[in-house]
């Protein structure tokens, strides 16, 4: 069994849209939305891994980041755990470096059944805390 620690960046504008990328066909969730994020490193702390994965990923830098939540989530194949990091302030332009579409969502419109399950709990924080 996998266990992974995964740090996930909600990345927010001053108009209330959160920037949401798409999971290639190919990934484990294939073409699901995602909050843009990755994988902890060893000795990274969740910080410092979503500094590098929103550089990596969507090409911004993380001026502060507060964190958001922390859940756990049990696949059949995998145990994870993932930091959810609210930036709401950055340099840079956040595009999908990776080939991967992005898209602003209204945060009222972020639709549970468009994510991963394990974003559920997440997605209904976002749109209780608007």
Same mark, same amino acid.
């Given at each position: 069994?996998?266990?992974?620690? %995964?740090?996930?960046?909600?990345?927010?504008? $001053? #108009?209330?849209? %959160?920037?949401?990328?798409?999971?290639?066909? $190919? #990934?484990h969730m294939a073409n699901k939305l995602e909050f843009p994020g990755g994988k902890i490193e060893l000795g990274e702390t969740p910080e410092q891994a979503l500094i590098r994965e929103l550089q990596e990923e969507v090409g911004i830098t993380p001026q502060g980041a507060t964190l958001f939540d922390t859940l756990e989530y049990q696949f059949p194949d995998r145990h994870i755990t993932l930091w959810f990091w609210l930036v709401e302030s950055w340099e840079g332009e956040p595009w999908g470096r990776e080939g991967q579409p992005g898209q602003w969502i209204a945060q009222s419109e972020l639709d549970a059944k468009d994510f991963p399950p394990a974003n559920e709990p997440v997605i209904t924080k976002l749109k209780q805390n608007r």
């Open positions: 069994m996998k266990i992974l620690q %995964i740090a996930v960046g909600i990345i927010r504008n $001053d #108009a209330g849209e %959160i920037f949401i990328t798409q999971r290639a066909a $190919d #990934a």
